[in-house]
């Protein structure tokens, strides 16, 4: 009977400690995890900025929930590019300008160089001219001044780089969360169709030319070139085993944190979208700006709604402004390696911004337009990408298969036929 009782114990005792081991190791695991998450999150800012809010805001209000599938589809086109562009970084240890630096000739790099420049200096446009409306609407600060406050708020992340990538993670994603609480009162508060909702979420449709316009404004506003450049370098920092098998881990890990953070901005981007549609189009209002859709709230939903929009315009616009001058640093430094100090570089991505603010241009109508303008430059990353993640010689193991080629060159494609739609109509005026 003791001989029993010693072997049941034994197996309990073994059963405790494999328990206990695989208690560790879910929490070595999940503590892994966190130290790679971060990245994704710094890049999914793009994703719901004030060029999403100005293009989401006028499709919804316009074509009430009909174009939802057109967030969807971009996002889905996101996650694709984010995760080639972690790829190319985790491979390399290089970002994506750094790498066409290696590879294309010096006069195409000064081509590619140009373009994205364009794009950053478009990007940025937008994020400032969001945080600008954002401090203007909540404080009532002149728009001069707000987009002055701005810029040295966003000198000021961009400078915490000082004290390690982590830390500008870190702000960047409590300014994230700030714009999801928003979107989640905004939601409560709206009470939209939701049958509807889930109807237009996967049955696409384009009720018109100027739908067209709108929709290419959201991709463009979704699917943003400047942070294709942008994710490769944030993945460097974290590159510390440069093994075939740590590069995938990696990539896995890396894969997580895009998923998460892409599907976050999915449902915000969608939120932008269902609000618009059910405050907006549902009285029959159409609007024009960022200023009138935060005007128009207070009456319908109450001051709680429209002080949320402020605050989730602001929180926009800071923490995307920061990203859009770290993209252009990148972009800068990368292409065509110009020996300019960085904040030399930042302040240079910031200027048009600030000069468009000065001259009191109509601000949703430039918002819009810029995010025209960064769908036209999409196509110069994606094929970049294309053309350095087929390479065995430079990716190695994680050299792009077959199926990721032709699903890159089909979603390439797809952006450059909606262009040309795009300019078709804005030429013949049929917008």
């Not at 987009?147 to 982590?166: L, R, S």
Request: proline residues 3%; hydrophobic residues 50%; aromatic residues 8%.
């Amino acid at each position: 009977m003791d001989y029993k009782r010693n072997i049941a114990e034994t197996r309990d005792i073994l059963r405790c400690r494999k328990e206990v081991i695989g208690k560790s190791n879910r929490f070595n695991k999940v503590k892994e995890l966190f130290k790679f998450l971060g990245p994704a999150f710094v890049i999914s800012v793009a994703y719901i900025d004030p060029g999403n809010i100005a293009t989401n805001i006028s499709g919804g209000s316009k074509f009430n929930y009909t174009l939802i599938w057109v967030i969807l589809f971009s996002n889905l086109m996101a996650i694709f590019l984010q995760t080639m562009s972690a790829k190319i970084g985790i491979a390399t240890g290089k970002s994506i300008p750094e790498m066409c630096a290696n590879i294309f000739d010096k006069k195409l790099n000064w081509l590619f160089w140009i373009v994205a420049e364009i794009g950053a200096m478009a990007t940025d446009l937008a994020e400032f001219l969001g945080g600008t409306l954002g401090l203007n609407l909540l404080f009532g600060i002149p728009m001069i001044y707000s987009g002055i406050i701005i810029g040295v708020i966003t000198f000021v992340i961009c400078y915490m780089e000082k004290y390690g990538q982590k830390t500008v993670e870190i702000i960047i994603t409590v300014l994230v969360l700030i714009i999801c609480v928003a979107y989640t009162i905004e939601i409560f508060l709206a009470k939209p169709d939701l049958l509807q909702v889930g109807i237009h979420t996967i049955v696409p449709s384009l009720p018109n030319g100027e739908s067209v316009f709108i929709a290419v404004g959201m991709l463009g506003a979704t699917v943003m070139p400047h942070v294709i450049y942008l994710h490769s370098q944030l993945v460097k920092h974290r590159c510390v085993d440069c093994s075939d098998e740590g590069k995938e881990k990696h990539l896995k890990l890396e894969k997580i944190d895009i998923s998460i953070a892409m599907n976050i901005a999915f449902v915000v981007n969608a939120a932008m979208v269902i609000v618009a549609a059910s405050v907006f189009y549902r009285n029959g209002i159409v609007v024009d700006s960022v200023e009138e859709a935060h005007k128009s709230l207070e009456p319908l939903l109450g001051s709680l709604s429209s002080g949320a929009f402020g605050i989730a315009l602001l929180a926009s616009g800071l923490s995307s402004s920061a990203v859009g001058t770290l993209a252009g640093q990148t972009i800068m430094k990368g292409f065509v390696n110009l020996s300019i100090p960085v904040n030399v570089r930042r302040v240079i991505t910031m200027l048009p911004a600030l000069v468009v603010i000065a001259f009191g241009v109509n601000p949703m109508n430039v918002l819009v337009l810029s995010q025209v303008a960064l769908s036209f430059i999409l196509p110069f990353p994606i094929i970049q990408m294309l053309c350095i993640a087929e390479r065995k010689d430079i990716m190695g193991a994680l050299v792009n298969k077959i199926s990721v080629r032709i699903l890159g060159v089909a979603i390439a494609m797809v952006i450059i036929v909606l262009n040309g739609v795009l300019l078709y109509l804005s030429f013949t005026g049929k917008s």
